[in-house]
Structures are given as C-alpha cells and as structure tokens.
C-alpha cells in the first residue's frame, strides 16, 4: 500500500509518500480501506519529536489517529461488522490506504453522513464531549468553553448545551464571526481583560488552550466548580485550592462517537471542514494546519 512514511523527527518535510507493507488483521481486529484521515495537532507534534517523552516513534513509522473508510477484511472473532460497512474510528496508522482497528474502537458512519467528511469528528467530538463531561456541568449551571471556536471547543459548548447548561464561547476578539455557528449563549473575548472582568462567577470551565487564558478564567470559577482542561491545570491552580482540577484525556467511545456524530449529521454542531489534500500531499497539509484557522484539513488516499 501507499501511506505517508516517517524516518525521522523534524518539520512537514520528513512526511514522505512510499509504499509500506499492508497491515493485516489480527484476532479482533478489522482492516478498513481508508477513505480519508485528518490532520490533527497531535499529529504535526508527534512527527516534530514534541511527544516523544510519552508518545514516541518507531522509525520508519507512521502517524495518524482519525480515519473513515469501509471495512476490507475482518480478523478472526470479530463480530457486528460486514465487508463493505462504512466505519470511522480514532485509531493509528491512519495516513495510508489501509489500516488496521481494533473492532471495539470502530464505530459505523451513521447514514446521511459523508464519510469522507467523516474522517474530521472522532478525536475532536470525543475529545469535546468528554472535556464537557468532566466537568459535571447540569442543567441551570453556566459552564465557559475557553477555545469554543476550534473543533474540540465546539463539540464541548454542544455537549453542555445538550445537558442543558448556559455556555459562554470563550473566543477571540477576531473570532466573532466564525464563532456564531458555535451555539453558545454568550461570546466572550478571552483577550479582552474588561470582558472577562465583567464575567459573572462560573460554575466551570471548560478549556482547549491553557497559557495566559488559563490563568485569567480560574479565578472566574466560584469555590466547588470545576476546571477541566486537555492540556494542564493553569499554573496558578494551587492558589485556588476550592476548585476542582481535571486533566481530561482522551479515549474513544463508541456510543460517544455515534452521538456526536448524529448531531453533525443533523446540523446541531457544525464541525467546519478545510481543505482536502491527497495523502501524497501531506507535507502540505501539516504546513497549512500548523499555521490555523483552515478548518478540519482531510487527507484523501
């Protein structure tokens, strides 16, 4: 098979489109021709060297964790899929025409969903809503999204409001725009000092970016709430020994995955979609996602 080959850290330059060895399936697991993958932060970090303290490369290896596709061959025992079904999953490998899932972490494209498009919603809606879950939000009680314009951020404001929450989209000042299609109740600038000082006490926060935000908006949570972040407790955290830190990571879920994606499929959460590059482009893909705001990149065997 064609898939994107790495032989070594470095910059979107070391993605190099070669021939490696078909994958074959094992007991339980399930070979899907891919469709697309996409381009994902933990992807350019990962093949820059920036995660390899905890997430390393074997070299020659490939990255990838999103992909859809349909199934081309199932391993021994398993079960609940047919050859030609068409799947998605957060998985690995994923930048090569075929690759190999375990079947409790693929989930079915629900019908009326494009599965090229597919490809852009298992990490960043898993991601979202289990972000959102971690901080207990309910009904009646007012949650802040810190990064509500990117994907991860959207998929926690549906979450919250499908709970029933009151959801302040933590965006910014140049982000207005793009932001009305995220479903919040309020935007706030987080780069606007006089904004998040008029904010009233929250009972959570939900933050995708960490840094200088982080450390404004923690002081906005009232004693008991709840800080969830994905990328580490603010450092001023043990000043606030009254709120509650949560370090979410991700893991899939397949029941999660189909209702995030039913709601994408349905026009509740718009998830947007960028370019689609070939797999053979990827080194363009990786540069053009490094530098933002393009929406989901896809890569398309």
């Known amino acids: 098979m064609k898939a994107i080959v790495v032989h070594e850290y470095g910059g979107p330059e070391v993605l190099k489109y070669e021939e490696y060895p078909d994958p074959v399936p094992g007991v339980g697991e399930v070979l899907v021709r891919v469709a697309a993958a996409s381009v994902n932060p933990i992807d350019y970090k990962r093949r820059a060297g920036l995660t390899k303290d905890f997430y390393p490369m074997t070299f020659p290896g490939l990255i990838g964790v999103d992909m859809s596709g349909t199934v081309a061959k199932l391993g021994p025992g398993v079960e609940g899929f047919s050859l030609g079904d068409q799947v998605f999953a957060m998985a690995d490998n994923t930048y090569a025409e075929l690759c190999v899932v375990k ?5 079915k494209v629900p019908k009326g969903l494009d599965l090229i498009e597919a490809a852009a919603l298992p990490l960043v809606t898993v991601t979202g809503n289990q972000l959102m879950l971690a901080t207990g ?5 007012t949650v802040l999204v810190a990064g509500a314009a990117g994907n991860v951020g959207r998929s926690a404001v549906f979450t919250a409001k499908d709970r029933g929450a009151t959801v302040d989209a933590g ?7 793009e932001a009305k299609t995220v479903g919040a109740d309020q935007l706030v600038a987080t780069d606007d000092d006089a904004a998040i000082a008029s904010l009233a006490l929250l009972d959570a926060v939900a933050d995708t970016v960490g840094g200088k ?6 002081g906005k949570v009232k004693s008991g709430g709840v800080y969830a972040s994905v990328v580490g407790a603010p450092q001023s955290a043990a000043y606030y020994p009254t709120v509650k830190m949560v370090h979410v990571f991700s893991k899939f879920d397949r029941k999660t995955l189909e209702y995030m994606a039913a709601a994408v499929r349905d026009g509740k959460l718009v998830i947007p979609i960028g370019p689609r590059f070939p797999l053979s482009q990827a080194a363009e893909a990786h540069a053009a996602a490094e530098k933002g705001g393009v929406g989901k990149i896809l890569l398309v065997p």
Do not use: C, H, M, S
């Open 137 to 141: 939000i309910k009904a009646g009680e």
């Open 171 to 177: 965006i910014l000042k140049r982000q207005f725009n």
């Open 103 to 107: 079947a409790d972490a693929l989930a």
């Open 213 to 218: 935000t982080a450390e404004k908006l923690i």
